[in-house]
Nanobody, 123 residues
Framework: QVQLVESGGGLVQAGGSLRLSCAAS????????MAWFRQAPGKEREPVAA????????YYADSVKGRFTISRDNAKNTVYMQMNSLKPEDTAVYYC????????????????WGNGTLVTVSS
């Protein structure tokens, strides 16, 4: 069992930056690839970024390439996502996810979910 707790969301103006963190419980963090998904109001949950178990490989959705950076610290059981040049269309609840495969780009492939953190980008 892995519990995931996100933090770092909030309100930011367009063009600004936020850094999301996801702290994982348990001693098996490095056994999982990790990912961030997001869900905007009235829309389906979509993949944003993913990182392999070692951190050596990453995946990004086309909409965030060049603006978002995913990273992980296995010693701290934490995954991060640095979000720069934020746009109003990035407004969503962001969910941390632990997966077996990499990259997992569909919600049905996620093993564990966090509860989410809200990111609001004002224009």
């Amino acid at each position: 069992q892995v519990q995931l707790v996100e933090s770092g969301g909030g309100l930011v103006q367009a063009g600004g930056s936020l850094r999301l963190s996801c702290a994982a419980s348990g001693r098996t963090f490095s056994s999982y690839a990790m990912a961030w998904f997001r869900q905007a109001p009235g829309k389906e949950r979509e993949p944003v970024a993913a990182i392999s178990r070692s951190g050596g490989s990453t995946y990004y959705a086309d909409s965030v390439k060049g603006r978002f950076t995913i990273s992980r610290d296995n010693a701290k059981n934490t995954v991060y996502m640095q979000m720069n040049s934020l746009k109003p269309e990035d407004t969503a609840v962001y969910y941390c996810a632990a997966t077996i495969g990499f990259p997992v780009v569909v919600p049905s492939g996620v093993r564990y979910w966090g509860n989410g953190t809200l990111v609001t980008v004002s224009s």
